[in-house]
Nanobody, 128 residues
Framework: QLQLVESGGGLVQPGGSLRLSCAASGFTLDYYAIGWFRQAPGKEREGVSC????????NYADSVKGRFIISRDNAKKTVYLQMNSLKPEDTAVYYC?????????????????????WGQGTQVTVSS
């Protein structure tokens, strides 16, 4: 059974850091681009970052550029989102998703409709 499980969320003060993990099971992660998305209460789900199947290309939303770093370890079947300099507006449920796509990713990889499989999400709250 194909499954994505996010972890690493929590409560952090503004300016702090968190690292989210997205662990895959039931399929070979090597053939999938992975995206991170977030959804705050009352708002639409938005793309945060995405990474190609090989890890060779990445894309970031303007709101997180220079603060977040996406990476992956296909041997461990895990994708990471390192979040630094967190702001209250980063508060949301964060989801990872898999798209059966090989090759480089561009800004279109942040469109939720492209993705085939989704995790259940992990809450990130940035507050003092």
């Amino acid at each position: 059974q194909l499954q994505l499980v996010e972890s690493g969320g929590g409560l952090v003060q503004p300016g702090g850091s968190l690292r989210l993990s997205c662990a895959a099971s039931g399929f070979t992660l090597d053939y999938y681009a992975i995206g991170w998305f977030r959804q705050a209460p009352g708002k639409e789900r938005e793309g945060v970052s995405c990474i190609s199947s090989s890890g060779g290309s990445t894309n970031y939303a303007d709101s997180v550029k220079g603060r977040f770093i996406i990476s992956r370890d296909n041997a461990k079947k895990t994708v990471y989102l390192q979040m630094n300099s967190l702001k209250p507006e980063d508060t949301a449920v964060y989801y990872c998703a898999a798209d059966a796509l090989t090759g480089p990713v561009g800004s279109s990889c942040q469109r939720p409709l492209l993705y085939d499989y989704w995790g259940q999400g992990t809450q990130v709250t940035v507050s003092s």
